[in-house]
């Protein structure tokens, strides 16, 4: 049998109180809480408004099909995100793994599928060959798209010495920068919300303060099985829809407010 750790307690511990008073802590912490919400909506409306730095460099990558361009990275597209990880000679745990807080990344990487139907790719770029990079994805079981960085593209987007996500957004083929993250930044990637939240566009939903003309749909409406996804152009599920008005309704609005938790009433069974 494996002998457990340590189980002892700090010697300084928060007192222990009644379920009234563990309550009322808990209510006046979510003041906080909501407060923070808010701010981070806030945060994420100003970095929509961020201005953007058109990319004029025609950076090339090795990707599972061969030579790509940045553009390719976009998968069709009209944002992209890419998040840089350190698996390459002379990083700790080469061959065999990449770096261990790169590998903490990506295993907190929700499903691509929630991304790519807000119009959104996410890709890791990396300086090891692609034939590492799929041994290492198949031991560790990630499915991302992660792509050879081939030339300076680490470089000039602030990552060649430390991780970092750059987000891209295109107009046909001009592609522009518009956000980056590195350090503790990093520490909130993993999540499809957080992602979309440092991209131009954001979540698109309706109650997003956002400037006027971009895209924006009702919430919850289009949020699906990973592996259910409807193609381009088709409408969401009837019954999905009715069950997202109806919390929508009971929430007392058309749409929810900043602070308003996600899900509606999604999960209830009438």
């Known amino acids: 049998m494996t002998a457990l750790p340590n189980t002892e307690l700090p010697t300084t511990t928060p007192p222990i109180v009644s379920a009234a008073e563990w309550d009322a802590a808990r209510a006046a912490l979510l003041v906080q809480e909501k407060e923070l919400t808010r701010a981070r909506d806030a945060l994420a409306a100003n970095r929509r408004r961020m201005p953007w730095l058109e990319v004029e460099r025609d950076y090339a990558f090795d990707g599972p099909r061969g030579r790509v361009r940045l553009l390719d990275l976009f998968h069709g597209r009209r944002q992209l995100i890419v998040y840089r990880a350190f698996f390459e000679p002379g990083v700790f745990g080469w061959p065999e793994h990449a770096c261990r807080g790169c590998s903490m990344v990506a295993d907190q990487v929700a499903h691509v599928a929630h991304l790519n139907a807000r119009d959104t790719t996410l890709v890791f770029a990396s300086r090891a060959g692609q034939p590492d990079i799929a041994r290492v994805k198949e031991r560790m079981g990630w499915s991302m798209p992660w792509y050879t960085i081939t030339d300076g593209f680490d470089a000039d987007f602030g990552v060649d010495e430390w991780h970092g996500t750059n987000a891209f957004i295109r107009d046909g083929e001009r592609v522009f920068r518009t956000y980056f993250v590195d350090n503790r930044g990093d520490e909130a990637m993993g999540g499809t ?15 997003e303060d956002s400037p006027q003309g971009y895209p924006q749909s009702p919430p919850y409406a289009w949020w699906n099985w990973h592996d259910e996804y409807a193609d381009a152009g088709t409408e969401p599920d009837e019954r999905w829809l009715a069950k997202v008005e109806g919390g929508i309704e009971r929430m007392g609005g058309t749409s929810p407010k900043p602070a308003t938790p996600p899900g509606a009433d999604c999960c209830a069974s009438h």
């Open 193 to 207: 919300w957080d992602y979309l939240d440092i991209t131009a566009l954001g979540r698109q939903e309706q109650w």
